[in-house]
């Protein structure tokens, strides 16, 4: 598949970032979580060796302009714990895909209160993930975070394509004076030319939204929740076939009755099992190069919906990683 690297010295690929906090001279050197803390059993086989993990899973609980219900901030924790309660085995693969990669976890930084300086420094700390050669995997945190993780992408992949998962377009160009707003997050990621996006689950929207989305139609797929029933998911992904992909999935692109446990729930979205397919299909169409999901706020005594998220990021990890069947 096309990877289409970019010619860029590595050292050209930090221009607008802070990284340096988390190199150690020229060595990367990660803080894992313990076992007893980290993603997925901590009985399992890949343990003791973090550092051979392929995926790196960066837990990142940007919480500064989140507009509505709050709580996203906690959603990396919550994921963590209920992720021990998964099973190792997955029925779609008929073995333990993890098995193929190896999944590590970052210890959680202390995260910079203004937004432009978190977002300087997840940047940061996935350009170190990939320059090691690992999957950056993040874990939100509210939405906004994406325009950071994704900067290295950018810079890398000369045509990388956005999938996005979501209620809403996050179009806007800026909101509530926030450049960097969740309700921004895409348009933060097209800022990079060479980035297009197909977004899928759209169903909150605003008027600038929609005449950014007609006026850049060539950068843009919108598929909207209210025609799921309609959708080709052979058409959906055809934008993605043989490209660098990055998925970020807004846990509110689920329908609001299947997860509730976000900020801004909007009905008419997906079902768990729609989500799957279309990652799925979308991870075999091209090369899954990173991915985050975002905006899982925790309800307290409600764990169905931690380990639905768990569950939906140990799944969006193996369709990107594990071996095809
Ligand atoms: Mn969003």
């Given at each position: 598949m096309s990877q289409c690297i970019r010619s860029i010295p590595k050292t050209s690929l930090h221009s607008c970032a802070t990284p340096s906090s988390f190199l150690n001279g020229a060595a990367l050197k990660f803080d894992y979580l313990p076992p007893k803390k980290t993603f997925l059993d901590p009985l399992r086989q890949d343990i003791k060796r973090p550092k051979d993990a392929r995926a790196v899973i960066?837990?990142?609980?940007?919480?500064?302009s989140v507009s509505y219900g709050s709580g996203t901030g906690a959603g990396p924790k919550a994921i963590l714990e209920a992720s021990h309660q998964?099973?190792?085995?997955?029925?779609?693969?008929?073995?333990?895909?993890?098995?193929?990669?190896?999944?590590a976890a970052l210890k959680p930084v202390k995260i910079k209160p203004s937004v432009t300086a978190a977002l300087?420094?997840?940047?940061?700390?996935v350009t170190a993930v990939l320059d090691d050669g690992k999957f950056p995997f993040v874990l939100g945190g509210e939405h906004s975070l994406t325009a950071g993780a994704i900067r290295p992408f950018a810079a890398r992949y000369d045509d990388l394509v956005v999938l996005q998962i979501d209620a809403h377009a996050d179009l806007r160009d800026g909101y509530l004076g926030e450049h960097y707003s969740h309700a921004s997050a895409m348009r933060r990621?097209?800022?990079h030319a060479n980035v297009s996006l197909v977004q899928v689950g759209i169903r909150g929207l605003c008027q600038e939204e929609a005449d950014f989305a007609d006026q850049n139609r060539?950068?843009?797929?919108?598929?909207?929740g209210i025609h799921q029933d309609r959708w080709d998911i052979e058409k959906i992904i055809a934008p993605l076939k043989g490209r660098p992909i990055y998925i970020t999935v807004d846990i509110d692109g689920l329908d609001s009755a299947v997860m509730p446990a976000t900020g801004t729930p909007v009905p008419g979205g997906l079902s768990y099992l729609k989500t799957l397919e279309i990652?799925?299909?979308a991870s075999q169409a091209g090369t899954v190069v990173g991915a985050d999901l975002v905006e899982f706020a925790p309800i307290k005594g409600l764990h169905a919906y931690d380990y639905m998220a768990a569950s939906l990021a140990y799944k969006m990890l193996s369709y990107a990683l594990?071996?095809?069947n």
């Open positions: 960066i837990p990142f609980g940007l919480e500064a998964l099973e190792l085995f997955d029925e779609e693969f008929w073995r333990e895909p993890y098995l193929d990669y190896g999944i300087a420094q997840l940047e940061g700390i990621v097209l800022d060539d950068r843009i797929h919108m598929y909207l990652l799925q299909r594990a071996k095809r």
